[in-house]
T-cell receptor, first 114, second 110 residues
């Protein structure tokens, strides 16, 4: 079963705080892991793309993958009100999406309070 | 560079009708995927096309179909619309290394 669990929130934090978003999954065949940000009435925007276990940093964003625990995280440093959005994790068995495409979590609604 | 373009942005249709949605991928991207997004189910994979061939298909009824043209543009069609088909339909294109999504077509079935 290729299920991805993600806390829907809402998660409300003050501006400048470090935000931690997480997903757990059950399918050990997942190799590619992504984080998307979605603003209201917009399509998802790719933030981070990682392969297998490890960390990846891009500006204020850090993605972590722990395949042994089937757990992925996204950290946002120095959070800004403009970071308020829904954050979706996604994963797949191969870089081309695989037979079932990308499998998404339901998304976490994040609110950054000014 | 131009992103993924989906038309139309909004549609209202009546039960039993059919609808065609269009997607223009990023130039150079040959893979186009379609997803349905609803509040209850989240994003669910419909199908993927690569070089005019359907490469993968999600768990949706045969009323949902698609195609891809030689210029990589793609269309999806839903026949005999049901109220439950009301959703945001998202198209995404890729050249490997993650998918770029369009803003979607919001379909309302009444």
């Amino acid at each position: 079963q290729k299920e991805v669990e993600q806390d829907p929130g809402p998660l409300s934090v003050p501006e400048g705080a470090i935000v931690s978003l997480n997903c757990t999954y059950s399918n050990s065949a997942f190799q590619y892991f992504m984080w998307y940000r979605q603003y209201s009435r917009k399509g998802p925007e790719l933030l981070m793309y990682t392969y297998s276990s490890g960390n990846k940093e891009d500006g204020r964003f850090t993605a972590q993958v722990d395949k042994s625990s089937k757990y992925i995280s996204l950290f946002i440093r120095d959070s800004q009100p403009s970071d308020s959005a829904t954050y979706l994790c996604a994963m797949s068995e191969d870089s081309g999406g695989g037979a079932d495409g990308l499998t998404f979590g339901k998304g976490t609604h994040l609110i950054i309070q000014p | 560079k131009a992103g993924v373009t989906q038309t139309p942005r909004y549609l209202i249709k009546t039960r039993g009708q059919q609808v065609t949605l269009s997607c223009s991928p990023i130039s150079g991207h040959r893979s186009v995927s379609w997803y349905q997004q609803t509040p209850g189910q989240g994003l669910q994979f419909l199908f993927e096309y690569f070089s005019e061939t359907q490469r993968n298909k999600g768990n949706f009824p045969g009323r949902f179909s698609g195609r891809q043209f030689s210029n990589s543009r793609s269309e999806m069609n839903v026949s005999t619309l049901e109220l439950g088909d009301s959703a945001l339909y998202l198209c995404a294109s890729s050249r490997g290394g993650g998918y770029t999504f369009g803003s979607g077509t919001r379909l309302t079935v009444v």
